[in-house]
C-alpha cells in the first residue's frame, strides 16, 4: 500500500498562488501514475492534473490547463501542484491520488490510493 500526506493548503487571495506537495511513502514503486484532484462543498470530485512518475507525462484539465503545473521529483517521491493566477472557485479540498497503472487517467475510481486532502480557500 502507498500512503500519500498533502500539504501545502491555505488561504490566498484572488490572483495569488500556492503550491500543493504530495509526499508518497511504502510500497510506491506499485504507483505508476499520479493525480491531482478537487472537491468542493456539494460537487463531484474532479480531476486537476496526472503525471506519471517515468519520464514525467503530464494532463491536465482543459479548464486549469495553463494556470496549474503538476511536477514530480522522484528521488524525494514527492509531487507537487503549483496553482497560478488563482480565483474564487479554485476553493476546494484538494486530493493527491496514486493510480497503480499506465496511462493517465481523469476518472476518480482509476485511483487506489488516496491522501488525506489539503483545504484551497481562494478569497476575492
Known amino acids: 500500500q502507498v500512503q500519500l500526506v498533502e500539504s501545502g493548503g491555505g488561504l490566498v487571495q484572488t490572483g495569488g498562488s500556492l503550491r500543493l506537495a504530495c509526499a508518497a511513502s511504502g510500497r510506491t514503486f506499485t504507483s505508476h501514475v499520479m493525480g491531482w484532484f478537487r472537491q468542493a462543498p456539494g460537487q463531484e470530485r474532479e480531476f486537476v492534473a496526472g503525471?506519471?512518475?517515468?519520464?514525467?507525462?503530464?494532463y491536465y484539465s482543459d479548464p486549469l490547463k495553463g494556470r496549474y503545473t503538476i511536477s514530480r521529483d522522484s528521488a524525494k517521491n514527492t509531487v507537487y501542484l503549483q496553482m497560478n493566477t488563482m480565483k474564487p472557485e479554485d476553493t476546494a479540498v484538494y486530493y493527491c491520488?496514486?493510480?497503480?497503472?499506465?496511462?493517465?487517467?481523469?476518472?476518480?475510481?482509476?485511483?487506489?490510493?488516496w491522501g488525506q486532502g489539503t483545504q484551497v480557500t481562494v478569497s476575492s
Open positions: 491520488a496514486a493510480k497503480p497503472t499506465w496511462p493517465i487517467g481523469d476518472y476518480y475510481m482509476e485511483y487506489n490510493c
Open positions: 503525471i506519471t512518475w517515468t519520464g514525467g507525462a503530464t
